[in-house]
């Protein structure tokens, strides 16, 4: 299993922006997708971006497409969250993800198809 660690989270101004990073570790990242999640007190985690980790095709929630972009460094074996135009409602803990290696899936929106998850970075926007 997979190692993932994510930094970069903080405390910014409506409008303002951060970058997330999320290292992985434990062998060269071989999944097919890493995906960047987030969750608030009380609800569910909900996807917000994934890349597909081989050719760097990507995918967004509609709340935040337009606004943040998700990348990848192979070489680095790190992912990349870059968010801009920063608003209230971004406020909450960020975990990237990884399924098990070989595993594929036409729902990577959905939590249950991830078997590694980081301790996850807290965001807080204020207005």
């Known amino acids: 299993q997979v190692q993932l660690v994510e930094s970069g989270g903080g405390l910014v101004q409506a409008g303002g922006s951060l970058r997330l990073s999320c290292a992985a570790s434990?062998?060269?990242?071989?999944?097919?997708?890493l995906a960047w999640f987030r969750q608030v007190p009380g609800k569910e985690r909900e996807f917000v971006a994934h890349?597909?980790?081989?050719?760097?095709?990507?995918n967004y929630a509609d709340s935040v497409r337009d606004r943040f972009t998700i990348s990848r460094d192979v070489a680095k074996n790190t992912a990349y969250l870059q968010m801009n135009g920063l608003k209230p409602e971004d406020t909450a803990v960020y975990y990237c993800?990884?399924?098990?290696?070989?595993?594929?899936?036409?729902?990577?929106?959905?939590?249950?198809?991830?078997?590694?998850w980081g301790q996850g970075t807290q965001v807080t926007v204020s207005s």
């Open positions: 890349i597909a980790w081989a050719i760097g095709i990507t």
């Open positions: 993800a990884a399924p098990r290696q070989g595993y594929w899936s036409s729902s990577w929106y959905d939590a249950g198809q991830y078997e590694s």
């Open positions: 434990g062998r060269t990242f071989s999944s097919s997708v």
